[in-house]
């Protein structure tokens, strides 16, 4: 029982179950009150994407604890699981089984001629996370801005697993059905994307400790912190002012819940974060803060569920 507990610590269940989550609402409430569904056979290439979304995502936590293990051990010695609970033998074994499952997976669902797109993209997402723990991460922004492409990409990848590739050139005049479809991918995909860099920044500051120790040149490490949480401040500036933007487009609909849902739940703990950010120094400062922005990003994806009584 506590190796299986291990283990779901080792695959970071609560991030698996935030995909499940994602792609689940995009499909539910946003894609098919769009395009309603008849055919189950369109459900059960989502089921499949979603599966193999978990499984890639997965073998992703696995290889990266597995090199991050002696940094672990100074940052998080508690939550070490490779090496202390689970052999490095068997989370490289665990991490080979889920990948390929993932693409394999994929193969069931989309023929490669008209979807070669997502095929393609599950290898570079393997290649990236592959390269992430042993290369990326430990570079100058290049780890978070990779890492923010494939949290966008977890809500992208529903998007264009519902066209095959002539049609995401070739797509139809004048269909406001789809024209809102891929606006809502890009909102969403951007949220993600701008918190994710946040977080991971967040995140590298928290950890200066051993990444230090260990070479690495993240941006607190090379630039030091308060320049560090001026990048930060920047974007959640440009990701404050657009959401109200954004409400403020959306007044003339009458979609008075979704408004106050947003700059409760959405707005507010991003304000809250900027202003706390100046007095943070410490390692516990910098995880509170990230909590704040893992709590942002769950009731972002979340306001998907208005789409469902909007459409």
């Known amino acids: 029982m506590k190796l299986l507990i291990h283990f779901f610590?080792?695959?970071?269940?609560?991030?698996?179950?935030?995909?499940?989550?994602?792609q689940w609402l995009f499909q539910y409430c946003i894609y098919e009150p769009l395009f309603p569904v008849s055919a189950q056979e369109t459900n059960l290439h989502f089921y499949l994407i979603l599966i193999t979304s978990l499984?890639?995502?997965?073998?992703?936590?696995?290889?990266?604890?597995?090199?991050?293990?002696?940094?672990d051990q100074i940052n998080r010695p508690?939550?070490?699981?490779?090496?202390s609970f689970i052999s490095?033998?068997?989370?490289?074994?665990?991490?080979l089984i889920f990948s390929l499952l993932g693409v394999y997976i994929c193969t069931i669902?989309?023929?490669?001629?008209?979807f070669w797109h997502i095929h393609l993209s599950n290898l570079l997402t393997i290649l990236l996370l592959w390269f992430y723990s042993t290369n990326f991460?430990?570079?100058?922004?290049?780890?978070?801005?990779?890492?923010?492409?494939?949290?966008?990409?977890?809500?992208?990848?529903?998007?264009?697993?519902?066209?095959t590739f002539l049609e995401l050139i070739n797509?139809?005049?004048?269909?406001?059905?789809?024209?809102?479809?891929?606006?809502l991918m890009l909102v969403y995909c951007s949220f993600a994307f701008v918190l994710t860099l946040v977080r991971e920044t967040l995140k590298d500051m928290e950890d200066m400790e051993g990444d230090e120790k260990f070479g690495c040149k993240t941006m607190p490490i090379v630039w030091g912190l308060k320049p560090?949480?001026?990048?930060?401040?920047?974007?959640?500036?440009v990701l404050i002012a657009i959401l109200l933007l954004i409400q403020l487009y959306v007044i003339p609909f009458g979609w008075w819940y979704s408004i106050t849902y947003c700059l409760l739940f959405v707005v507010a703990p991003l304000i809250r974060v900027l202003i706390k950010l100046p007095k943070s120094f410490t390692s516990a400062d910098f995880r509170q803060l990230s909590t704040y922005i893992k709590f942002t990003m769950l009731a972002g994806i979340l306001s998907m569920l208005f789409f469902y009584f909007l459409f």
Request: proline share 4%; aromatic share 20%.
């Open 88 to 95: 490095r033998r068997w989370v490289i074994f665990w991490h």
């Open 78 to 83: 508690r939550k070490v699981v490779v090496g």
């Open 109 to 114: 669902a989309f023929p490669f001629t008209s």
């Open 137 to 163: 991460k430990k570079n100058f922004l290049i780890g978070n801005i990779v890492i923010a492409v494939l949290t966008a990409w977890s809500i992208a990848v529903v998007y264009f697993s519902k066209f």
């Open 9 to 22: 610590r080792l695959i970071r269940w609560p991030n698996l179950l935030f995909i499940i989550l994602a």
């Open 228 to 237: 560090t949480k001026v990048y930060i401040a920047v974007w959640l500036i």
């Open 171 to 183: 797509p139809p005049a004048n269909n406001l059905a789809l024209l809102s479809f891929f606006k």
């Open 55 to 71: 499984f890639i995502a997965a073998g992703g936590y696995i290889i990266n604890d597995y090199f991050d293990v002696n940094i």
